[in-house]
T-cell receptor, first 109, second 114 residues
Framework: AQRVTQPEKLLSVFKGAPVELKCNYS??????LFWYVQYSRQRLQLLLR??SRESIKGFTADLNKGETSFHLKKPFAQEEDSAMYYC???????????FGAGTRLFVKA | GAGVSQSPSNKVTEKGKDVELRCDPI?????LYWYRQSLGQGLEFLIY????????KSGLPSDRFSAERTGGSVSTLTIQRTQQEDSAVYLC????????????FGPGTRLLVL
């Protein structure tokens, strides 16, 4: 079964500290993985996708097929990073996006 | 340009009543998606439209849920005989066909069934 697991509901770090939001997936094929973010009182929006191998707002995520993980990382957290983060999987050639339950990141001053 | 819009933003209804939720996608986006976000849960995929057709309706929780899309634009999600467990935020998203990885989300409709 296709599944996305985000084990942490809440992650609290101090400003300037490294942050890692964990994501594990279950999928038999080659999925496309994404991170979406929802800031307070804003819409859900795409943060980054693994095929782009890009860094957005200082965040990066590497797809590890061996560990079936797609953890989101940032070396120095900022207060404005506080938001809800969702890991998501899109089946290859498909249209159904499966989301994890989300992790709320709180960056303390 | 204008983003995805949804109406109403909030809806309170009594158990057993029918409700209609509306989604206006971004102009030119042929793909449209409905999701449900229950408290403490992730986004649950409900249905996808390509144009006016819905290739996969398996995500709809029960036969009380239905959706349609007309003119390749506006979509309506209808919940009949609402139950308290239907209370959730219903999100709509749209994208260009073939670019499902970049979905643009609406603000959602918060439904409360009393």
């Amino acid at each position: 079964a296709q599944r996305v697991t985000q084990p942490e509901k809440l992650l609290s770090v101090f400003k300037g500290a490294p942050v890692e939001l964990k994501c594990n997936y279950s999928y038999s094929g080659s999925p496309e993985l994404f991170w979406y973010v929802q800031y307070s009182r804003q819409r859900l929006q795409l943060l980054l996708r693994h095929i782009s191998r890009e860094s957005i707002k200082g965040f990066t995520a590497d797809l590890n097929k061996g560990e079936t993980s797609f953890h989101l990382k940032k070396p120095f957290a900022q207060e404005e990073d506080s938001a809800m983060y969702y890991c998501a999987l899109l089946n290859t050639g498909g249209f159904k996006t499966i989301f994890g339950a989300g992790t709320r990141l709180f960056v303390k001053a | 340009g204008a983003g995805v819009s949804q109406s109403p933003s909030n809806k309170v209804t009594e158990k057993g009543k029918d409700v209609e939720l509306r989604c206006d996608p971004i102009s030119g986006h042929t793909a449209l998606y409905w999701y449900r976000q229950s408290l403490g849960q992730g986004l649950e995929f409900l249905i996808y439209f390509q144009g006016n057709s819905a290739p996969d309706k398996s995500g709809l929780p029960s036969d009380r849920f239905s959706a349609e899309r007309t003119g390749g634009s506006v979509s309506t999600l209808t919940i009949q005989r609402t139950q308290q467990e239907d209370s959730a935020v219903y999100l709509c998203a749209s994208s260009h066909f073939g670019n499902q990885e970049t979905q643009y989300f609406g603000p959602g409709t918060r439904l409360l069934v009393l």
